[in-house]
């Protein structure tokens, strides 16, 4: 099946350490992307990446950061200086940047203890 | 620059009532807009859309019609059901720069809808 996945499911961390969360999609898609979600404030954009071995910052890049390295993976990067990391994070794709068609993981949900 | 308001929830209905779920939005240009749904500890899966004025966009008995003299894509439902309880997001694409790059999409802030049996 084709699909998006994300892991871990749950995350812990402590407060100074960087965190990776896994995004790996097998759509062949050229377009992925990774959103922060908030209890009522909807999804805000972190970064995108059109192609491999480019990514853009998004609204609130600051204290993340990305690598696409392989057209399959796009993992984010929480690091130490995020202020407030706690949050839902998802993962996008979709065909091309201009196809706003897009197909969601499940999540990670990120808990700063 | 672009937006996206919907009516803030949450909304609680009896099943087999009638929902409708407001959505507004601000955009230069010509947008696509979307309807994306939440299911508890999952991730967004697209509903439905509409990629013109005048549109009807319909999946699952669920609703929307791009209007553009009212910039307003309201998601509505005749009939819901417990399983229909969710976050619903309305958002719209390519109306113009966002982030330097059409394509990307702007939510609404999401309304939360729960069904009682």
């Known amino acids: 099946d084709g699909g998006i996945t994300q892991s871990p499911k749950y995350l812990f961390r402590k407060e100074g350490q960087n965190v990776t969360l896994s995004c790996e999609q097998n759509l062949n898609h050229d377009a992925m992307y990774w959103y922060r979600q908030d209890p009522g404030q909807g999804l805000r954009l972190i970064y995108y990446?059109?192609?491999?071995?480019?990514?853009q910052k998004g609204d609130i890049a600051e204290g993340y950061s990305v690598s696409r390295e392989k057209k399959e993976s796009f993992p984010l990067t929480v690091t130490s200086a995020q202020k407030n990391p706690t949050a839902f994070y998802l993962c996008?794709?979709?065909?091309?940047?201009?196809?706003?068609?897009?197909?969601f993981g499940p999540g990670t949900r990120l808990t700063v203890l | 620059g672009d937006s996206v308001t919907q009516m803030e929830g949450p909304v609680t209905l009896s099943e087999e009532a009638f929902l409708t779920i407001n959505c507004t939005y601000t955009a230069t240009g010509y947008p696509s807009l979307f309807w994306y749904v939440q299911y508890p500890g999952e991730g967004l899966q697209l509903l439905l859309k509409?990629?013109?004025?005048?549109d009807k966009g319909s999946n699952k008995g669920f609703e929307a019609t791009y209007r553009k003299e009212t910039t307003s894509f309201h998601l509505e439902k005749g009939s819901v059901q417990v399983s229909d309880s969710a976050v619903y997001f309305c958002a719209l694409s390519g109306g113009g720069n966002y982030g330097g790059s059409q394509g990307n999409l702007i939510f609404g802030k999401g309304t939360k809808l729960s069904v009682k049996p």
């Open positions: 996008a794709s979709s065909i091309g940047l201009g196809q706003p068609k897009q197909f």
């Open positions: 509409a990629t013109k004025a005048d």
């Open positions: 990446s059109q192609i491999v071995n480019d990514f």
